[in-house]
């Protein structure tokens, strides 16, 4: 089964950028789809982007255009380009890993923007 762990989240300013990453271990990373979901406080969980272990990439529609998800399948990473930062982006992100009918979850790392 993977293990996953999330790094790179911060304190932004609306405007500013952050790169997120998440790091996999101790199993074929390649097979797996992987994905970035959010939580803000009070709210519930929600999809922010996936890429297949194909390549294809989905987003939601509040990220497009600003966000990027892509991955390094030989250092088994997953990344998340967040450009344009707004407030309502504060949340904390948390890295998934989906094969078949496992989903693995990491621990989140926390994102907040704000002047």
């Known amino acids: 089964q993977v293990q996953l762990v999330e790094s790179g989240g911060g304190l932004v300013q609306p405007g500013g950028s952050l790169r997120l990453s998440c790091a996999a271990s101790?199993?074929?990373?390649?097979?797996?789809?992987m994905g970035w979901y959010r939580q803000a406080p009070g709210k519930q969980r929600e999809l922010v982007a996936v890429?297949?272990?194909?390549?294809?990439?989905m987003y939601a529609d509040s990220v497009k255009g600003r966000f990027t998800i892509s991955r390094d399948n030989a250092k088994k990473t997953v990344s998340l380009q967040m450009n344009s930062l707004k407030p309502e982006d504060t949340a904390v992100y948390y890295c998934?890993?989906?094969?078949?009918?496992?989903?693995?979850w990491g621990q989140g790392t926390q994102v907040t923007v704000s002047s």
């Open positions: 890429i297949s272990s194909g390549g294809g990439t």
């Open positions: 998934n890993a989906q094969l078949g009918m496992t989903n693995t």
């Open positions: 101790g199993s074929i990373f390649i097979s797996y789809h």
